[in-house]
């Protein structure tokens, strides 16, 4: 699976959109970026995938550059309940038997 | 989506003890499920991968014999930390997949030991 980098920390004002970037320089054609987040003392929620278009559902957009070696999650309207380590995971989409593999995140903290 | 349920949610035991954890897919059935384990200020860290009906795979430096996985049917694995001892404690977290998803996860067990 493709190396990712995200920032450590940001804040971000309630009511306001919430810009997420991850870095996936070396990601090759067949992997797919998945973003989940972990609200605090609870298991990983899946938020949105994409391979290479855009993409947008209830929860989140996604955007990924032309060359696919970045990405962003925008959460359009952040509330306090947005606040949770955001996970950027790069990989192919497979039937395999493999597991997800979190890196560090990014911490999100949705100010009043 | 799909629903992962993890029973407890929080125990409290005491150094020596046995605790099993349950993972159940509600909705869907899981021909893998996995279980991560997470220390305060970490990231999730895969312990073992469980299929259905065969013995589960565990990843190096966890110890197959302190935690014992079961995966018997389709809809439910188990996650037993035999002979418990303060070191751990940590927040343990299956997930369960099926074909193309990638996994859904439960809400997390808080074992701490005493």
């Known amino acids: 699976d493709a190396k990712t980098t995200q920032p450590t920390s940001m804040d971000c004002a309630e009511g306001r959109a919430a810009n997420l970037p991850c870095n996936h320089s070396t990601i090759s054609g067949n992997e797919y970026v998945y973003w989940y987040r972990q609200i605090h003392s609870q298991g990983p929620q899946y938020i949105i995938h994409g391979l290479k278009n855009n993409e947008t559902n209830e929860m989140a957009s996604l955007i990924i550059t032309e060359d696919r070696k970045s990405s962003t999650l925008i959460l359009p309207h952040a509330t306090l309940r947005d606040t949770a380590v955001y996970y950027c995971?790069?990989?192919?989409?497979?039937?395999?038997?493999?597991?997800?593999?979190f890196g560090s995140g990014t911490r999100l903290q949705v100010q009043p | 989506g799909a629903v992962v349920s993890q029973h407890p949610s929080r125990v409290i035991c005491k150094s020596g003890t046995s605790v099993k954890i349950e993972c159940r897919s509600l909705?869907?059935?899981?021909?893998?499920m996995f279980w991560y384990r997470q220390f305060p200020k970490q990231s999730l860290m895969l312990m073992a991968t469980?299929?259905?009906?065969?013995?589960?795979?565990?990843e190096q430096g966890v110890e197959k014999d302190k935690f014992l996985i079961n995966h018997a049917s389709l809809t439910l694995s188990t996650l037993t930390v035999t002979s418990a001892h303060p070191e751990d404690s940590s927040f343990y977290i299956c997930?369960?997949?099926?074909?193309?998803?990638?996994?859904?996860f439960g809400q997390g067990t808080r074992l701490t030991v005493v």
């Open positions: 997930s369960a997949r099926s074909g193309l998803q990638l996994g859904f």
């Open positions: 909705d869907f059935q899981a021909t893998t």
């Open positions: 469980s299929n259905e009906g065969s013995k589960a795979t565990y």
């Open positions: 995971i790069v990989r192919p989409m497979d039937t395999g038997r493999r597991a997800l593999t």
